[in-house]
């Protein structure tokens, strides 16, 4: 009696116990897609057309194979990397705060009675398959780019699919984990990027000629599969912990703490050491409050923005598409730094017509061409360490594995002796980051007025527009692409193109210049001092650009030998300085005063 009165209730419970399971899940679920749908549809479309673009360029140029492969790398790059990055790095419902201690994982499922399994189930699984889905858009991408008679081994697949998923639950881990110091979080950074780096490449070097391949796949999945576990079980640890304990969230009372309060002081008594001057003094107040205005999001750009494409460069060959990723990482937390003007980037615009900056500045006696040097200052610090850094990596991962093509290049540009192939591509490389590195900085500057200004109406106006003249020039030389037939004419009209390229330069300088004189009257008639700042404003620009002139003119030889199809490149100095002026912007940062008082008196 006791087993037929048992048995029903029995199956019953298991069977509530299922369908809980089933609809925690599809809850869980439900929110990770409501907030990753745009970014996940805006990502896989960029993708399906990267597939399609490297199949287009495959059959364009089916007869220049070279041409065609690298053509195909870049496009991969550009379009296939985004997805991957994303899926291994932010495929959760929150993102920790590396200025926080506590768990990054989100208050609400923390304090929901969904059990942590569940939890960690869904994001797991949704990690895996954004995976899965990169993957195989690489793998299609490559399918397409290569010739018939060509062997693809498609063993490296589960291979990354195992060691890209375990270096994104060591991110979970990290991301879910409380500390008990904000310190230790970023110290934590140091063991993590060069885990995660060792485990992406792990299949990549097994997988080299000279290992065979029943070795491989004999030894390489036990201890990845084995890692994998690991960490799956760190995040559950992680999650719990976050779940059934206070720890990392309140530190009061600790011998941590206590040490860290006695080192502030300390650093605040020697600061002040020497800051009895005024403007000193009230130029160091307005940094550090911008610094701590921004500190919470600039941290969170580089964990999220910073680390993986850091990473990135760390296994990308070095090419013309690794430089151009390491220039758009740099703009990309450059413009997303200052995007937020004074406040915090999730709360610059308060509404459509909320002041961006606080009211502690607002109402100060802080004249506003000090507010907008302060603004210069920040920026181009941020910019030059931005630099620094993404380039430095490129250069100690990428040059010392990639040197014979590297001076390979450097004796295909080189036109003179052999003996100095090798200082004249240091000289060029330096020459190209110079410029980069100038361009930086002018598209940092360029955009302060904007975000100083705050104002959504001028912004959006400003994007639209830009996006309609890069549209413009973008299906005007694809219409022209397209409609060629012949490679060598091809080649001349492209030639017969490029020879204009002083024309509209002389043109841009002339519409410059305009822009520059109608600048600099609007700055005189704003109150204050501004024929001050406009004489300092032209005097630093000029500084500018002399110097980074000279440091071209001084770093490019003579002569380059560009290919075997295109005419020797002979050094003009005024196109240059002339260069060196477009990219370096002046009216825009003469009109920084009249856009600090537009978002203060709005």
Not at 45 to 73: E, H, K
Not at 388 to 401: I, S, W, Y
């Amino acid at each position: 009696m006791s087993a037929v009165a048992t048995g029903p209730s029995s199956i019953g419970g298991q069977e509530a116990i299922r369908g809980g399971f089933t609809q925690d899940c599809q809850a869980a679920f439900r929110l990770l897609w409501a907030r990753w749908a745009g970014v996940a549809i805006s990502l896989w479309t960029v993708s399906v057309m990267g597939v399609l673009l490297v199949g287009l360029i495959r059959q364009l140029f089916i007869g220049d194979w070279l041409f065609a492969s690298n053509a195909c790398v870049l496009v991969m790059i550009v379009t296939q990397a985004p997805l991957l990055l994303w899926s291994v790095f932010a495929v959760d419902w929150w993102g920790p705060d590396i200025n926080r201690k506590a768990s990054g994982f989100d208050a609400f499922l923390l304090r929901s009675p969904i059990p942590s399994s569940r939890l960690m189930v869904v994001a797991v699984l949704a990690r895996h398959v954004a995976i899965v889905i990169s993957l195989m858009m690489f793998a299609i991408s490559i399918e397409i780019s290569q010739t018939s008679n060509e062997e693809h081994w498609w063993g490296i697949y589960p291979a990354l699919l195992v060691s890209l998923g375990t270096a994104s639950l060591l991110v979970l881990a990290f991301c879910w984990r409380p500390f008990a110091w904000a310190g230790t979080r970023v110290l934590s950074l140091l063991v993590l990027i060069p885990l995660v780096y060792v485990i992406s490449v792990w299949p990549f070097a097994a997988t080299s000629p000279g290992h065979p391949r029943f070795l491989v796949w004999g030894f390489l999945p036990w201890p990845l599969l084995l890692l994998w576990a690991a960490a799956l079980a760190l995040v559950y640890q992680s999650l719990e912990l976050a779940r059934s304990n206070s720890y990392g969230l309140d530190d009061r009372g600790t011998l941590v703490a206590t040490l860290r309060g006695w080192s502030s002081r300390i650093a605040d008594r020697v600061l002040s050491i020497g800051g009895s001057g005024q403007a000193f003094a009230e130029g160091r107040a307005l940094r550090w409050f911008e610094s701590r205005q921004t500190r919470s999001s600039r941290w969170s750009m580089v964990a999220w923005i910073g680390v993986p494409s850091l990473v990135l460069l760390g296994l990308l060959p070095l090419n013309a598409a690794s430089v151009v990723i390491a220039a758009l990482i740099v703009l990309t937390y450059t413009e997303l730094s200052i995007a937020g003007g004074w406040s915090e980037m999730h709360g610059a615009n308060r509404g459509g017509q909320g002041r961006a900056m606080p009211l502690l500045l607002a109402v100060s006696p802080v004249s506003r061409e000090r507010l907008a040097g302060v603004k210069i200052q920040q920026t181009l610090w941020l910019v030059s360490t931005a630099s620094v850094v993404t380039f430095g990596v490129l250069a100690v991962f990428a040059v010392p594995r990639q040197w014979n093509v590297w001076k390979h290049w450097a004796e295909s540009i080189h036109v003179g002796p052999p003996g100095d192939a090798v200082s004249t591509g240091v000289g060029v490389s330096l020459a190209l980051v110079l410029f980069l590195f100038v361009s930086l900085v002018g598209r940092g500057l360029a955009m302060l007025w904007l975000s100083l200004m705050s104002n959504r109406k001028v912004t959006y106006s400003v994007v639209i527009a830009g996006c309609l003249l890069v549209m413009l020039f973008t299906g005007r030389w694809v219409s022209w692409f397209i409609a060629q037939e012949e490679w060598e004419v091809m080649l001349y009209e492209l030639r017969q193109g490029l020879q204009r390229i002083p024309f509209w330069m002389g043109v841009l300088l002339v519409i410059k210049s305009v822009a520059v004189i109608s600048a600099a009257i609007l700055a005189i008639r704003q109150p204050g001092r501004c024929g001050s700042w406009v004489a300092k404003t032209t005097l630093g620009w000029l500084l500018c650009v002399t110097a980074a002139s000279l440091g071209l003119l001084f770093l490019l030889p003579a002569e380059i030998h560009l290919s075997e199809t295109w005419p020797r490149w002979r050094l003009d100095s005024w196109m240059v300085w002339a260069a060196t002026m477009l990219m370096l912007p002046l009216a825009r940062l003469l009109i920084l005063p009249w856009a600090v008082g537009r978002d203060i008196h709005r």
